[in-house]
């Protein structure tokens, strides 16, 4: 069992950043690749970036790449996604989620066993 809690979120203007965190809880932090997926109002969940046990491997949706960057530090149970240039766009709820066990569809919620609760993202124009 995994218990994940994000932070970070708020209002930011337009070409602002905003770092989020995502804490988990137990011993086995490093044995979970990690998500980040977000909901905007009206619209379904999506995937926004992903990266490996070990943090070697990223991987980011084309509506992002080159401005968020994940990253994550097993020492501190701790997920990162650090969002850079933001665009009205970019408002919504973002969530991590945990996946113990890789079935190749990592950009699908399906993909992943623990979610955190959400924190809001608004980014201003």
């Known amino acids: 069992q995994v218990q994940l809690v994000e932070s970070g979120g708020g209002l930011v203007q337009a070409g602002g950043s905003l770092r989020l965190s995502c804490a988990a809880s137990?011993?086995?932090?490093?044995?979970?690749?990690m998500g980040w997926f977000r909901q905007a109002p009206g619209k379904e969940r999506e995937f926004v970036a992903r990266?490996?046990?070990?943090?070697?491997?990223?991987y980011y949706a084309d509506s992002v790449k080159g401005r968020f960057t994940i990253s994550r530090d097993n020492a501190r149970n701790t997920v990162y996604l650090q969002m850079n240039s933001l665009k009205p766009e970019d408002t919504a709820v973002y969530y991590c989620?945990?996946?113990?066990?890789?079935?190749?569809?990592?950009?699908?919620?399906?993909?992943?066993?623990?979610w955190g609760q959400g924190t809001q993202v608004t980014v201003s124009s």
């Open positions: 989620a945990a996946d113990r066990f890789y079935s190749g569809t990592y950009a699908y919620e399906s993909e992943y066993d623990y």
């Open positions: 137990g011993r086995t932090f490093s044995t979970y690749a």
């Open positions: 990266i490996s046990l070990s943090g070697i491997t990223s």
